[in-house]
């Protein structure tokens, strides 16, 4: 079963959750061996099928460190924070958790864009 950490110790994912308003941006690390990577990439396969399916849910992409490392960032695009919250609590995705390795670490993180003048829009 994968063991949840979070990414911002003053923001929980749970007080995040509660929030309503428009889209939202979930930041996921995942960190394992380098050895369980292979066990890691099935079942985040696996749970990314299932929120695919779930209304909300815009698109998703994993990312890999290079030089064989075991951290991975995953960026995911959601209509809004209910529509993430619907498909973080959905039986069926919460069943997948128990198919990453033991040595899995995950940090998820909801965020919004900012605009910062000249440089990136919201």
Same mark, same amino acid.
């Given at each position: ?21 428009? $889209? ?5 690390? @995942?960190?394992?061996? $380098?050895? =369980? ?8 396969? +696996? ?7 779930? $209304? ?15 951290? @991975? ?15 973080? +609590? ?8 128990? =198919? ?7 940090? $998820? ?12 829009v919201a």
């Open positions: 079963m994968v063991k949840f950490t979070e990414m911002d110790q003053t923001v929980t994912l749970a007080s995040q959750l509660e929030d309503e308003g428009g $889209p939202v941006i979930l930041i996921n690390t @995942f960190i394992v061996p $380098p050895e =369980d990577a292979d066990a890691l990439l099935k079942a985040w396969t +696996n749970d990314a099928a299932v929120m695919k399916r779930q $209304p909300g849910f815009i698109s998703t992409q994993l990312h890999r460190g290079i030089a064989g490392s075991g951290t @991975f960032l995953n960026y995911a695009v959601w209509q809004s924070t209910a529509h993430f919250r619907a498909a973080f +609590n959905n039986p069926e995705f919460q069943a997948q958790l128990g =198919d990453y390795p033991e040595t899995t670490t995950a940090s $998820p993180h909801l965020f919004r864009k900012v605009d910062v003048s000249g440089i990136c």
